[in-house]
């Protein structure tokens, strides 16, 4: 039996506000996890690669841009996503913290969060993606 696997990307997003560093999170506004905080991120198109897809969902559920992220690892664990069987391909990024982020497409709100002072519960496995990509910072 023949299974669709989905990618996505999810990219996390780090500054450094008054000596303590903060990570950009978004509200989700659509199931599932529909308003729960979560790292950036979305579905992989066609026709664009993996960094592309991730500075896309990046710049439209936030309003910010970046030049440079970096590949940190592939999460793939089943149930991740309840739509189904997908593997997500995590980036991180390090930006100026006066970036005010906008929410915009499926992102309801989008703010920062200091890394001691996140949302007890994320979306998906993001809190996991997220202590991983803090051990690259």
């Not at 896309?56 to 069987?85: M, N, Y």
Request: aromatic share 8%; hydrophobic share 40%; net charge negative.
């Amino acid at each position: 039996m023949k299974q669709e696997i989905a990618v996505t990307v999810d990219i996390a997003i780090f500054c450094n506000a008054n000596n303590k560093i903060n990570v950009l999170l978004i509200k989700r506004k659509n199931d599932p996890f529909k308003g729960q905080w979560a790292i950036p991120g979305g579905f992989v198109e066609e026709d664009e690669n993996l960094e592309d897809a991730a500075k896309r969902e990046l710049a439209e559920e936030t309003g910010i841009k970046v030049k440079t992220i970096e590949q940190v690892k592939a999460f793939g664990a089943p149930g991740r996503d309840p739509r189904g069987r997908t593997i997500s391909i995590a980036f991180l990024g390090w930006i100026d913290c006066e970036d005010n982020p906008v929410a915009g497409d499926d992102a309801a709100e989008a703010k920062w969060f200091e890394l001691d002072d996140l949302p007890e519960e994320l979306a998906f496995d993001h809190a996991k993606i997220i202590q991983t990509a803090e051990n690259y910072l």
